[in-house]
């Protein structure tokens, strides 16, 4: 089970941390990944950690302005964003990366809207 | 970076039909592919990986093929359940491409 928490309504040049409460499964165990939805758009993927945070990836659209990180002892993922723009704006699903191919499992979601 | 294009963008169906959907890959991607269903407010749902590997749950229905850079699903027999939105993925250890999704609405 995967709980996305931290969306909200945010201004322009404005920062948010997102959250993802992990359970039913050894979190410490799997890579996760964040995975974005502009309104009416389709899926991107935007941020990926390793099991034990060694390893991080971005997409180019963010790098430099998000952050990745986990907390293992708390089952959790964070997602810090910085410098939102309003293309931003979207549902920001986090997944839980099956070893060796894809994501088995999401959350519901949590809605960032970057407005003014 | 590799891009994915699925087609068509919008397909219209009837309840028993059999329907497939393509996804090309700007270069090879062996067989790293998944397929997502997605319904209206809902999160993506994981249908088939590995290009042709079914997802325990998924309905037999589903099926997936295909390698290098061209990929198809298959939905034998259209159910009610079956009109969503679907969108293929190539995924490896750093980097995962969504195509931009098919729509399959009823006719």
């Known amino acids: 089970h995967l709980l996305e928490s931290g969306g909200g309504l945010v201004q322009p040049g404005g920062s948010l941390r997102l959250s993802c409460a992990a359970s039913?499964?050894?979190?410490?165990?799997?890579?996760m990944s964040w995975v974005r939805q502009a309104p009416g758009k389709g899926l991107e993927w935007v941020s990926a950690i390793s099991g034990s945070g060694g390893a991080i990836y971005y997409t180019d659209s963010v790098k430099g302005r998000f952050t990745i990180s986990r907390d293992n002892s708390k089952n959790t993922l964070y997602l810090q964003m910085n410098s939102l723009r309003a293309e931003d704006t979207a549902i920001y699903y986090c997944?839980?990366?099956?070893?060796?191919?894809?994501?088995?499992?999401w959350g519901r979601g949590t809605l960032v809207t970057v407005s003014s | 970076d590799i891009q994915m294009t699925q087609s068509p963008s919008t397909l219209s169906a009837s309840v028993g039909d059999r329907v497939t959907i393509t996804c090309r890959a700007s270069q090879s991607i062996s067989t790293w592919l998944a397929w997502y269903q997605q319904k209206p407010g809902k999160a993506p749902k994981l249908l088939i990986y590995?290009?042709?590997s079914l997802e325990s749950g998924v309905p037999s229905r589903f099926s997936g093929s295909g390698s290098g850079t061209e990929f198809t699903l298959t939905i034998s027999s259209l159910q009610p359940d079956d009109f969503a939105t679907y969108y293929c993925q190539h995924y490896n250890s750093y980097s995962n491409t969504f195509g931009q999704g098919t729509k399959l609405e009823i006719k």
């Open positions: 039913g499964f050894t979190f410490s165990s799997y890579a």
């Open positions: 997944a839980k990366d099956r070893p060796g191919t894809t994501f088995d499992l």
């Open positions: 590995d290009a042709s």
